[in-house]
């Protein structure tokens, strides 16, 4: 099978200084818990946990989570007649939309808080949502189902890419 060639490729990953100041913050307290509790052999709250117990959670929370949220990405890309896009880890295959599904698209400057709820794969009243960070994406209509907002930093080669991927993907079956 001959590979295609890609038009476009984005990947992203959450950039908000908010979103990493809270998760390491969190991580933070844990690890202050667990030096008082373990190190210096002092009670961590108000009903401490075992120092078993804290090592894991230390463990699960210190680690785990700024490695989930480090490894989540919002990978798009456009080839000749197909769209794919792969937000890992809640996807284990990109989902691939043929372009010739699309009635219409455009740029847009959105609300991600408003309009859908935040950010991640998102459902509002305008349809649903990948995103991992700022207020522009391409927005896609499709002929019978809901529309699908794709955040990216580089909204207007996006754009460009489809539209040429669509014209180029004409006669391809998807």
Known sequence: ???????????????????????????????????????????????????????????????????????MTLTTEVLPGMLQVRFRPFHLKPVRIPLHTVRDFERVTYNPIGEY?????????????YSTSGREGILLRFYNTQPLLIGSQRSKELFQAIEQGKASGKGIAG
Request: hydrophobic share 55%.
């Open 1 to 71: 099978m001959e590979e295609q060639r890609i038009l476009f490729r984005e990947k992203q990953r959450f950039k908000q200084f908010w979103l990493w100041a809270l998760i390491l913050g969190i991580a933070a307290v844990f690890w202050a818990g667990f030096v008082y509790q373990v190190v210096l052999g002092g009670a961590f709250g108000n009903r401490p946990v075992t120092d078993i117990q804290l090592s894991l959670m230390l463990a699960l929370i210190s680690f785990g989570l700024p490695f989930f949220f480090y490894y």
């Open 117 to 129: 709820g935040g950010w991640g794969i998102r459902w509002g009243a305008k349809g649903k949502a």
